[in-house]
């Protein structure tokens, strides 16, 4: 049974500058179009008949299919477009071409502590953090000992977030995330999160999720340990395009030789 | 019927389940899906609630400041249109007339700001985590509910202590129809600040205009002066003001005074409909595109 199926999914960004950014100017090129008349804010040297079409496929044709279950890491250099394909499959930007489609609620952690207000305590971010991520209020009571006991922060459970050191925002934040996962998870590079120890819980506590309740995983990482341990079969994109879908393996080797070649 | 009979029923129909998400480009109705808006009510009420705590946290009067602007302000027209250049106010008690005015004026103003600069100052959550959009302007709209409650109720009280002291006003009987009106500002609020979020996501201009757009929207809202206080021959004018009938008819509701034509309710209604249209759309496209642009 499939969670996610990708088809021709294809996104594109704009390098140059698309308007001027005032009002003003927009008017004016405008006004200008309409007269006939040059632009008066083209850039001198620049052609001015000649649309400038500075745009690039961060998506290119992308499509794949991921079955339930499965654990996915995405794998490319920086710019192949691993991030746009995770924000797109959690609805952050919405894709030019193509559809995404998904079976079961996703939890994405593209980056975790989103949503914290620094004024509220850390017990009113739990809920407000679970609320975002579509709990409801049953939901987060049920689990909210134990996201508080994850993060060892209990006794500064009602003092206002402002006052948490970084490491303390990271483990709660964390932690909230980790007890409230959906059946599809999308993951960036979050797990390096707080000092070694709790990098090391983190990462134990990610597994037992995905491994032991059936979850889909699809992952960006460049630390290729995580990647190994946690994920079967391997997406390696190259300029917006999917260019191997194998097992995870075949694909870090397809991904690494050059390294290798300079190492040996 | 045994439990594992049900099992082998339900079984085959999760198998062939529907996709629960469907991840297309930008549509308007995948913008405005308002079932999910309202799977997501609890979120909206984490909104709320945020508000009234985080808001004045660290003040020393705290909400208090929210009867505190509305008196100032209520205070000093006093002093300046009523003292100093004596503007007619149709026979109310002038703190009765302008408190009435400007509460209504504030929740309108409050919302509109609040929601023209939405993805200025949600950007950030907006671009990490996915959640219906409308979750803020509609937590927005309800929080300023809750102010506007509680400067009416200072209102009221006031005009009790005139009705106490002798004063012949009384309010009409079509005041339950009150709170129509509100749901018209709402509604008023959301499509203009909707509408002018989408643009100043492209045009900063638009982040400084607004302020200003809101104070010489205020001059001309008939909150300092009534209606009846402008020359016939400009009455024509003021229908492109779908804020005017709104005042109006709250202050005839409250003191019995002030007319507004039916035609003028009705250019009134239809511009809020078509601003409104005009936001939603707006909002669908841009909401799904400004992480690109900012």
């Known amino acids: 049974m499939l969670a996610i199926q990708v088809s021709h999914l294809s996104k594109e960004y704009s390098l140059g500058t698309v308007g001027h950014g005032t009002l003003q100017k927009d008017m004016q090129s405008w006004w200008a179009k309409i007269r006939g008349k040059e632009d008066p804010n083209t850039l001198l040297g620049s052609v001015p008949t000649v649309p400038i079409r500075d745009r690039f496929l961060a998506l290119n044709d992308v499509s794949f299919d991921i079955r339930r279950g499965e654990a996915v890491a995405v794998i490319g250099k920086n710019g192949a477009g691993k991030s746009t394909l995770l924000k797109v499959l959690s609805r952050i930007v919405a894709p030019d071409k193509g559809v995404a489609r998904l079976r079961g609620k996703v939890s994405s952690l593209l980056e975790v502590g989103t949503g914290f207000h620094p004024e509220q305590t850390g017990r009113d971010n739990v809920y407000m953090n679970g609320a975002i991520l579509g709990m409801s209020r049953q939901d987060i009571a049920k689990r909210f000992d134990e996201i508080v006991a994850f993060s060892e922060i209990e006794e500064f459970i009602d003092t206002p977030v402002k006052r948490y050191s970084s490491g303390m925002r990271v483990r709660l934040a964390f932690s909230i995330a980790a007890h409230f996962l959906a059946e599809i998870v999308i993951l960036d590079e979050v797990l390096s999160v707080g000092d070694a120890f709790f990098q090391k819980k983190s990462m134990a506590k990610m597994e037992t999720l995905l491994r032991n309740e059936g979850r889909t995983l699809l992952f960006v990482s460049h630390s290729f340990g995580s990647v190994k341990k946690l994920c079967q079969r391997g997406l390696l994109l190259e300029h917006g395009r999917l260019v191997l879908d194998a097992p995870v393996k075949e694909v870090l080797e397809a991904y690494l030789p050059p390294a290798k070649k300079a190492a040996s | ?294």
């Open chain 2, 1 to 294: 019927m045994s439990s594992t009979a049900t099992e082998k029923i339900r079984f085959p129909s999760i198998e062939e389940s529907p996709w629960d998400t469907e991840i297309v480009p930008p549509r308007i109705t995948t913008a405005l899906n308002l079932p999910e808006l309202l799977r997501y009510r609890h979120l909206i009420a984490m909104f709320v609630r945020r508000d009234f705590v985080v808001y004045y946290r660290q003040t020393v009067l705290g909400p208090l400041w929210w009867l505190l602007q509305p008196l100032i302000t209520c205070g000093v027209f006093v002093i300046v249109f009523g003292v100093f250049l004596r503007i007619y106010t149709d026979g109310i008690p002038r703190p009765l007339f302008y408190l009435s005015g400007l509460t209504l004026w504030a929740y309108f103003a409050g919302s509109f700001t609040h929601i023209s600069s939405l993805f200025s100052s949600q950007g950030g959550l907006f671009g990490k985590i996915y959640f219906p959009r409308l979750a803020v302007p509609v937590a927005q709209l309800l929080s300023n509910l809750m102010k506007f409650g509680l400067q009416t109720s200072f209102m009221t009280a006031l005009y009790l202590i005139y009705v106490l002291n002798g004063l012949e006003i009384r309010p009409s009987w079509t005041l339950v129809f009150a709170p129509l009106l509100i749901l018209y500002l709402a509604v008023l609020a959301l499509g203009f600040g909707l509408l002018f979020n989408s643009l100043a996501y492209k045009y900063r201009d638009m982040s400084l205009t607004t302020p200003f757009i809101i104070q010489m929207w205020m001059f001309l809202s008939f909150i300092i002066y009534p209606m009846s206080a402008v020359p016939e021959k400009y009455h024509w004018f003021l229908c492109f003001n779908p804020v005017i009938p709104a005042v109006e008819t709250f202050r005839y509701m409250l003191f019995g005074t002030g007319t507004v034509p039916p035609w003028y309710w009705g250019i009134s209604l239809l511009t809020t409909v078509i601003v409104l249209a005009l936001g939603l759309t707006s909002f669908a496209y841009t909401s799904q595109r400004f992480i690109d642009t900012v």
